[in-house]
């Protein structure tokens, strides 16, 4: 294990009727104006916004509402919403939705109350924002990224072509109520929970072949991560598959799997700039991009690649485990081709150039890549 400091500031509220037992006991310890935050007005037609609406004015707050978030929330969209908190003078940001609505309120949070542009202090400048943020709440209505867990965010500059990472604001609270994510449809629900895998193994192949406690961990949420997957296969709204699909998405992301681990999240990095060009759903791309990158790096973490391969399908060897993975994303239906993602853009050799070109390359993984051995991958899943 390599040496760690681990901090955990988020609670957890987790079960059938968290927010309703557990949201005005929070609410009671925070100011009276709320910034409530959601995406495309889904928790409209599901019920959760009136839900969280009652309960909020219940608990006497005044609730100004920031919504239109989208997928791959934008740099713009986070300017908007912290003027919006600036404006109503928000104690509390209350982000519902998924990964996408939370990490913009993340960085929401941390931009309302500064005047310096975060995005030049953090991705140009290398420095961290100097002002607590404004406290921040989740309340997880689509799981998968487990962005309620931690204090990073991805934003894209659509203005830079850069889909990247910053970090700002985790969230003091998560209510994370399975029942919440049962209208979501079928596609979304499973991209989201390849997203979980991907973040397990992800931070799994990171550059350390030594036996650790975290990759054992880690391993156990990708094998629990399929098994759930696969009950969904045969009944979509199974709640105790979506209960442990949602906790799991949690694990990966809460900072257990990289605790004296170091973490390679090169494929993340690819899709961001994918989605950067592209606009494609994350989890979607990451389903396309990660059979091709494994195939790249299997030679560089045999042993690894073997025990997963062992641990989470029960096959045998290295190449077994990547040929595994490849048929597990067919078996629940995830594009396997760039073409299959709907994008907003036509793929062409020439935007994967640009993309693999802008791709941030990282030294954790079982071996460094190249821009030419990104666009190579990129090529292959055409």
Same mark, same amino acid.
């Given at each position: 294990?390599?040496?760690?400091?681990?901090?955990?500031?988020?609670?957890?509220?987790?079960?059938?009727?968290?927010?309703?037992?557990?949201?005005?006991?929070?609410?009671?310890?925070?100011?009276?104006?709320?910034?409530?935050?959601?995406?495309?007005?889904?928790?409209?037609? &599901?019920?959760?916004?009136?839900?969280?609406?009652?309960?909020?004015?219940?608990?006497?707050?005044?609730?100004?509402?920031?919504?239109?978030?989208?997928?791959?929330?934008?740099?713009?969209?986070?300017? #908007?919403?912290?003027?919006?908190?600036?404006?109503?003078?928000?104690?509390?940001?209350?982000?519902?939705?998924?990964?996408?609505?939370?990490?913009?309120?993340?960085?929401? =949070?941390?931009?309302?109350?500064?005047?310096? #542009?975060?995005?030049?202090?953090?991705?140009?400048?290398?420095?961290?924002?100097?002002?607590?943020?404004?406290?921040?709440?989740?309340?997880?209505?689509?799981?998968?990224?487990?962005?309620?867990?931690?204090?990073?965010?991805?934003?894209?500059?659509?203005? @830079?072509?850069?889909?990247?990472?910053?970090?700002?604001?985790?969230?003091?609270?998560?209510?994370?109520?399975?029942?919440?994510?049962?209208?979501?449809?079928?596609?979304?629900?499973?991209?989201?929970?390849?997203?979980?895998?991907?973040? @397990?193994?992800?931070?799994?192949?990171?550059?350390?072949?030594?036996?650790?406690?975290?990759?054992?961990?880690?391993?156990?949420?990708?094998?629990?991560?399929?098994?759930?997957?696969?009950?969904?296969?045969?009944?979509? +709204?199974?709640?105790?598959?979506?209960? &442990?699909?949602?906790?799991?998405?949690?694990?990966?992301?809460?900072?257990?799997?990289?605790?004296?681990?170091?973490?390679?999240?090169?494929?993340?990095?690819?899709?961001?700039?994918?989605?950067?060009?592209?606009? =494609? +759903?994350? $989890?979607?791309?990451? @389903?396309?991009?990660?059979?091709?990158?494994?195939?790249?790096?299997?030679?560089?973490?045999?042993?690894?690649?073997?025990?997963?391969?062992?641990?989470?399908?029960?096959?045998?060897?290295?190449?077994?485990?990547?040929?595994?993975?490849?048929?597990?994303?067919?078996?629940?239906?995830?594009?396997?081709?760039?073409?299959?993602?709907?994008?907003?853009?036509?793929?062409?050799?020439?935007?994967?150039?640009?993309?693999?070109?802008?791709?941030?390359?990282?030294?954790? $993984?079982?071996?460094?890549?190249?821009?030419?051995?990104?666009?190579?991958?990129?090529?292959?899943?055409?």
């Amino acid at each position: 294990m390599e040496n760690f400091v681990y901090e955990y500031p988020t609670k957890v509220c987790f079960g059938k009727g968290a927010a309703k037992a557990h949201l005005p006991g929070i609410l009671s310890a925070c100011g009276p104006n709320v910034l409530l935050a959601y995406g495309g007005g889904s928790i409209k037609k &599901n019920g959760v916004y009136e839900e969280l609406l009652e309960i909020l004015k219940a608990a006497g707050k005044t609730v100004t509402e920031f919504a239109g978030i989208m997928s791959n929330p934008t740099w713009v969209k986070v300017q #908007e919403g912290a003027q919006l908190a600036r404006d109503c003078k928000a104690d509390l940001v209350l982000a519902v939705g998924g990964g996408s609505v939370i990490d913009c309120c993340k960085i929401v =949070c941390a931009q309302a109350v500064t005047d310096e #542009e975060l995005w030049d202090l953090e991705m140009v400048q290398h420095k961290a924002p100097s002002v607590p943020p404004i406290p921040l709440g989740a309340v997880v209505t689509a799981s998968g990224t487990g962005a309620e867990m931690n204090g990073g965010a991805v934003i894209t500059n659509e203005e @830079a072509k850069i889909k990247g990472g910053m970090f700002a604001a985790a969230p003091r609270f998560a209510i994370l109520d399975p029942e919440y994510t049962m209208r979501l449809p079928r596609m979304q629900v499973l991209s989201g929970a390849f997203d979980t895998l991907s973040h @397990a193994m992800e931070t799994y192949f990171g550059r350390s072949d030594r036996d650790n406690v975290s990759d054992e961990v880690a391993l156990a949420v990708m094998h629990s991560t399929v098994v759930n997957m696969r009950t969904l296969l045969k009944d979509i +709204n199974d709640y105790t598959a979506r209960s &442990n699909l949602m906790w799991t998405s949690a694990m990966a992301e809460n900072g257990i799997l990289k605790v004296g681990r170091v973490t390679d999240f090169e494929c993340h990095q690819i899709e961001h700039q994918l989605g950067a060009y592209t606009d =494609c +759903n994350h $989890g979607q791309g990451l @389903a396309v991009l990660h059979p091709a990158y494994y195939r790249h790096i299997v030679k560089d973490a045999p042993e690894k690649f073997t025990k997963l391969g062992k641990v989470v399908f029960d096959v045998d060897g290295s190449d077994g485990a990547v040929d595994a993975l490849a048929a597990f994303i067919q078996e629940c239906g995830l594009p396997t081709r760039l073409s299959q993602l709907r994008s907003k853009v036509e793929v062409t050799p020439e935007l994967l150039r640009q993309v693999a070109d802008s791709t941030n390359l990282l030294p954790n $993984g079982p071996r460094q890549l190249t821009h030419d051995e990104v666009y190579e991958i990129l090529k292959e899943c055409l």
